[in-house]
């Protein structure tokens, strides 16, 4: 029997700048912080929803980054001595301690993937009382070592309260394939079970099978003939349910695809498929980094609108992100935090080589193969973005990643972005696909501390700017040629910033025009070379980066979006539009 109690909802919230307590001080007990113990008086915290993110609590909480606590009671039934109890989170950003009925539970590093403890002997029948310390001070957070986009903090995903009583079935996984070959669908369930749990029931549709369970598990693969292949023109679901006796344990939508690399090529199902793509950095200008299911699906319909097939997101998402995409038909890569750590070859003990930045890594990457395994729109695996892979102690470093992937989930390619094809050598080795990032016609032709434009003259007139992307042809044949022949290649991240409203007939820098025209010109180069098999324009709304410096154009937003930041059409997005809607899409399944 399994018992959910969520914990969404109003729960206490205070900042703290006593970031390290001292026993002598402020410490009730040896082991609980103060803002920790149930019975302190809370009368003077306030009052904060959960989900959340405290930059959208109040003004002053803007740019804060620091300590905050977060505490509540909850109400627990129907347990026994023999009771699994867990406290799931699916997303803290960034470092998580726990604390139930003021004993510590456990803590957690990674602001994005979801997370839990065993709370089986901190927890009774009746009210409970949990306190959680979160932290996303940049001081202590590992993964990204290099920020792009808003530091928001909070208890920002679904929380909740798991109790598994006498029989029951727990820590299910589910991942659905496609047999080309022999045409079937294949199913990999596994799980745990307790008590007297002998067979679990796996109910496809209207197909039922059983698994018998072996020292308190249970796994297998099972296959269906005749299942309708999911793609985006096609997204075809099945309802899933795993049970044990007469309760569900599980219940999602599965769709059988298969996609792979092959001849330079991506094939979805068998047949050749061009990624129009899009990046996608998710800020709300209401609920900031908390992932509203409404906000959500009206952005994928304008990338809909927009004839983008596939998105690029640049950390784990939510299930409702997965969902929708599997509902709506998009492709999805999806990656970690490994951002832009660029140490010199002569450096020693970098963020690759230290054992507790690596072991982070690597359990950041298995938290987010493992809960994004069931969804069929997740289509590649990116294990870095910009990092120097040819380091003597990123090599190692990439091969565990890699591993790490593998070992969970073997039906998906692995993918790595590359800044301007650099650093090549040693990642072809361990993925499947490479990603270019590179931004001609931009960076390196603006400038972004003079942002004077100074346009040619011409007969008396104001000269158009061209965009020229000659350079860019010239990287992919270089890279095509330094990389396996049978690799394909995608344009991971190009664009440029354009103020929203400022338009130029000259195409003029940060202007909409230029914008816009930067993206027509690094498509339309990208269909001119068979070995790139899709694009991902950088990015698909403005959004929060405090990285970019107060220049009189940036102004705490990155201004690359199709979109604005309130979702007001740019003329990029029209550009996009227009390129993506051409022949090209028709080897698209």
Avoid at 7 to 22: I, R, S, V
Avoid at 289 to 315: F, P, S
Avoid at 395 to 422: C, H, K, M, Q, W
């Amino acid at each position: 029997m399994k018992t959910t109690v969520s914990l969404n909802g109003t729960w206490k919230f205070a900042p703290t700048h006593d970031q390290k307590p001292n026993n002598n001080r402020n410490m009730i007990d040896a082991d609980t912080p103060l803002y920790a113990y149930p019975s302190l008086n809370r009368r003077d915290w306030e009052s904060v929803p959960v989900p959340g993110v405290w930059q959208r609590y109040a003004e002053k909480y803007s740019i804060y980054e620091g300590v905050c606590w977060f505490c509540r009671e909850f109400t627990l039934e129907n347990m026994n001595a023999a009771s699994l109890v867990k406290i799931v989170f699916k997303g803290v950003n960034y470092r998580a301690d726990v604390y139930i009925n003021g004993k510590f539970a456990g803590s957690h590093e990674s602001g994005y993937t979801e997370f839990s403890f065993d709370i089986s002997a901190l927890v009774q029948e009746g009210k409970n009382f949990i306190a959680v310390q979160v932290d996303n001070r940049p001081i202590i957070v590992k993964w990204p070592n290099d920020w792009g986009y808003g530091v928001f903090g909070g208890i920002h995903r679904d929380v909740f309260v798991e109790v598994y009583s006498e029989s029951s079935v727990y820590d299910v996984s589910v991942n659905p394939n496609y047999d080309v070959e022999k045409k079937t669908g294949t199913l990999k369930v596994s799980g745990r079970v307790m008590g007297s749990v002998g067979a679990v029931s796996v109910k496809l549709g209207g197909d039922m099978r059983k698994i018998p369970c072996c020292d308190g598990k249970f796994s297998a693969e099972l296959v269906y003939d005749g299942v309708e292949t999911w793609s985006p023109k096609t997204p075809t679901l099945y309802d899933l349910e795993i049970s044990a006796g007469e309760q569900i344990y599980r219940k999602c939508r599965v769709g059988f695809r298969n996609i792979c690399c092959r001849d330079r090529k991506i094939l979805l199902n068998g047949r050749e498929f061009v990624l129009n793509g899009a990046c996608y950095v998710y800020d709300s200008p209401r609920y900031g980094l908390v992932m509203d299911r409404e906000q959500l699906r009206q952005d994928l319909l304008k990338m809909k609108e927009a004839n983008v097939n596939a998105v690029r997101t640049h950390y784990p998402m939510s299930d409702d992100f997965y969902e929708l995409c599997d509902e709506m038909g998009f492709l999805v890569w999806i990656e970690p935090n490994i951002y832009c750590s660029k140490p010199a070859d002569e450096q020693v003990n970098t963020v690759f080589g230290q054992q507790e930045m690596a072991d982070a890594a690597v359990s950041m990457t298995q938290e987010m193969v493992l809960a994004a395994q069931t969804y069929a729109c997740v289509a590649i695996y990116g294990i870095g973005n910009e990092c120097n892979t040819d380091h003597p102690e990123a090599v190692p470093f990439f091969e565990r990643i890699s591993a790490a992937v593998r070992a969970l989930d073997n039906t998906r390619p692995i993918g790595f972005a590359s800044l301007y094809g650099r650093w090549l050598k040693s990642i072809v080795n361990v993925i499947d696909i490479l990603g270019i990032n590179s931004y001609y016609g931009w960076y390196g032709t603006m400038s972004t501390v003079d942002i004077e434009d100074k346009l040619e003259i011409e007969d008396g007139r104001v000269k158009m700017r061209r965009v020229d992307v000659s350079s860019l042809h010239e990287l992919i044949v270089k890279t095509a040629n330094e990389i396996p022949e049978d690799m394909p290649i995608l344009l991971t991240e190009f664009g440029a910033d354009s103020v929203p409203g400022y338009y130029s007939r000259a195409c003029e820098f940060w202007s909409e025009n230029y914008h816009a025209e930067v993206i027509r010109a690094v498509v339309n180069c990208s269909r001119e070379h068979e070995e790139v098999v899709g694009t991902f324009v950088f990015a698909f709304t403005d959004y929060n980066d405090p990285s970019k410096p107060m220049n009189g154009r940036w102004n705490g937003l990155n201004l690359k979006g199709m979109l604005t930041y309130h979702r007001d059409y740019k003329l990029p997005f029209y550009a996009l539009q227009e390129v993506y809607a051409t022949p090209t899409d028709l080897k698209s399944v």
